[in-house]
């Protein structure tokens, strides 16, 4: 069966879905797609035979679509899953699932309505081979319990549109999502730590930021997030346990020998860095939803949690206290 998929949004990660659709995995075809800019949505298909349609509305209810993708904007996203969910049609949503923990609370309260899970939200990571041998060896108590973990998120620059809060709704909530995930934990309260900016920003952006998050079970989590660094494309992750330590794996460069050094290229954007994991979760979303079964991938209840750190991250921005994310019980819907 070829699952037929509709895209809403055709901006730089939906242009590259809607080619690794049609080019990378295999078994889903996109046949519609949609942007506020259609002429955006006509190059982003064009070749693929999809028809563009006016609105995301269009999109979902479109009798041919079987299954929706959305990556447009944030503040767009919410209401793009719910109504994916009112006509019953699986929805993979890039992150975040929501911009805000209310509207992330009407997605859950959505899908329990509808009686079985369709939402997955793009947090990649947990397809990155490398993430996923951290987390398998953590399970098999390889390091010991884990206390602590160590996070870097950098990016070389950002465009002035990027704001403060952008850190970690945008940025570390990655970061957010993967601690949970390698240390089966919530988060359960965070703060902000605000460093000297860096000269090399726009005047209204606090960067770099320290974000440091408390898990229920007691580990502590250290995320650096510095999107002006001005070098690169730089991911890292290491866990400490009572017994050992172990670290997220670098993408392996070429090694330059020339006029008395010994180099390796720093990759610049997520776009090498993840291929292969998005690639792993597209075909994952793809097999799952021909095979008629909720998806195992990142849910709804991730993308509400990752909300409300995200949430709370922003609170400490502004107030530099400790904030509580007021986190509940996974629900045994989402088990
Ligand atoms: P982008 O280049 O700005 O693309 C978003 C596109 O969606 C734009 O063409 C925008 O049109 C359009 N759009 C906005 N609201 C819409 C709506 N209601 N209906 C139809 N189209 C709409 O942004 P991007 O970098 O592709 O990011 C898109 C999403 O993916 C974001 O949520 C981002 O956080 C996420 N993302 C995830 C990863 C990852 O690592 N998993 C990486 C990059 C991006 P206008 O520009 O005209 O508003």
């Not at 006029?259 to 720093?266: D, L, M, Y």
Request: aromatic share 6%; net charge negative.
């Amino acid at each position: 069966m070829t699952v037929k998929v509709g895209v809403i949004g055709t901006g730089w990660i939906g242009a590259e879905h809607i080619r690794r659709i049609t080019a990378s995995v295999g078994g889903a075809e996109v046949v519609a797609a949609t942007d506020i800019d259609v002429d955006r949505a006509a190059g982003a298909v064009e070749g693929t035979g999809a028809r563009v349609l006016p609105t995301g509305t269009d999109v979902i209810t479109d009798p041919e679509v079987e299954a929706v993708v959305v990556t447009s904007w944030g503040p767009a996203h919410a209401e793009s899953v719910l109504a994916a969910i009112a006509e019953g049609k699986p929805v993979f949503c890039e992150k975040p699932l929501a911009t805000t923990a209310e509207d992330a609370r009407r997605i859950l309260d959505a899908e329990a309505a509808h009686g079985s899970r369709l939402v997955q939200v793009g947090f990649m990571r947990r397809f990155d081979p490398g993430y996923r041998q951290m987390r398998e060896a953590i399970a098999e108590g390889t390091i010991g319990t884990p206390l602590m973990a160590h996070c870097v998120h950098r990016n070389p620059t950002v465009p002035e549109s990027y704001h403060s809060e952008m850190a970690a709704q945008d940025t570390a909530v990655h970061e957010v999502d993967a601690v949970r995930w390698l240390l089966d934990d919530e988060i359960s309260a965070v703060q902000v730590l605000t460093p000297r900016p860096t000269a090399r920003r726009f005047e209204h952006l606090r960067d770099p930021q320290i974000m440091l998050l408390e898990m229920t079970g007691g580990a502590r989590v250290d995320v650096e997030v510095f999107v002006n660094c001005q070098y690169g494309y730089e991911i890292g992750c290491e866990v400490v346990g009572e017994e050992g330590t172990i670290r997220l794996p670098e993408i392996p460069g070429a090694v330059v020998r020339s006029a008395g050094w010994r180099s390796t290229p720093v990759l610049q954007d997520w776009v090498k860095r993840f291929a292969a994991a998005f690639d792993a979760e597209f075909q994952a979303w793809i097999d799952e939803v021909a095979a008629g079964r909720p998806t195992t991938g990142p849910n709804a209840w991730d993308g509400y949690a990752a909300a409300i750190v995200t949430d709370a991250l922003v609170r400490s921005l502004y107030s530099g206290g400790v904030v509580e994310t007021g986190i509940k019980e996974r629900p045994a819907f989402y088990a």
